[in-house]
T-cell receptor
Framework: DGGITQSPKYLFRKEGQNVTLSCEQNLNHDAMYWYRQDPGQGLRLIYYSQIVNDFQKGDIAEGYSVSREKKESFPLTVTSAQKNPTAFYLC?????????????????FGDGTRLSIL | AQSVTQLGSHVSVSEGALVLLRCNYSSSVPPYLFWYVQYPNQGLQLLLKYTSAATLVKGINGFEAEFKKSETSFHLTKPSAHMSDAAEYFCAVSDTGNQFYFGTGTSLTVIP
């Protein structure tokens, strides 16, 4: 079955440490996204990528970095510069809109990674 | 910028009662609207999406939503709540299709 796999499910970070969250999809989607979810705040966009080797900052990119070397993979690194990293992180993918007929494509989500500070 | 407002961060209904979750959007162009459901410690699952082919959209698990342009609303309903409907529900809007803007979510509790 096609889908999005996020790993690990739970992750713990020590102060001053960088950690990388994995996101892999086998849906053949061009576009991939990273969101941060905090209670009562909905989903906030961190980074997104429409094509391999290209990505754009979202609303809260500070303290995060990404890469898109392969179509299937979009790892997120939470750096030590992110002062409040404790959150639930969600990866999503979608068909990249090519025109009006494809603009209502939904995003498909992984099951998330919960990051906590030790 | 696009935005959605979900009125009521918590909604409680009795089992078998009508479920109504509210969503209003702001958009200067015809929007693309979606409802998602999230169960604890899981990702978001698509319930339904507005396609402009019909104002009443039917989704999975007996949910449906009605697009009302005059009210800029896309409320989610289900005639009879089931215990398994207890979850967090998110409304989302997209204009270009590149980015989604999510509401802050409504937590639905179903009382037996």
């Amino acid at each position: 079955d096609g889908g999005i796999t996020q790993s690990p499910k739970y992750l713990f970070r020590k102060e001053g440490q960088n950690v990388t969250l994995s996101c892999e999809q086998n849906l053949n989607h061009d576009a991939m996204y990273w969101y941060r979810q905090d209670p009562g705040q909905g989903l906030r966009l961190i980074y997104y990528s429409q094509i391999v080797n290209d990505f754009q900052k979202g609303d809260i990119a500070e303290g995060y970095s990404v890469s898109r070397e392969k179509k299937e993979s979009f790892p997120l690194t939470v750096t030590s510069a992110q002062k409040n990293p404790t959150a639930f992180y969600l990866c999503a993918s979608s068909i990249a809109p090519q025109g009006a007929l494809t603009k209502n494509q939904p995003q498909h989500f992984g099951d998330g990674t919960r990051l906590s500070i030790l | 910028a696009q935005s959605v407002t979900q009125l009521g961060s918590h909604v409680s209904v009795s089992e078998g009662a009508l479920v109504l979750l509210r969503c209003n959007y702001s958009s200067s162009v015809p929007p693309y609207l979606f409802w998602y459901v999230q169960y604890p410690n899981q990702g978001l699952q698509l319930l339904l999406k507005y396609t402009s082919a019909a104002t009443l959209v039917k989704g999975i698990n007996g949910f449906e939503a009605e697009f009302k342009k005059s009210e800029t609303s896309f409320h989610l309903t289900k005639p009879s709540a089931h215990m398994s409907d207890a979850a967090e529900y998110f409304c989302a809007v997209s204009d270009t299709g590149n980015q989604f803007y999510f509401g802050t979510g409504t937590s639905l509790t179903v009382i037996p």
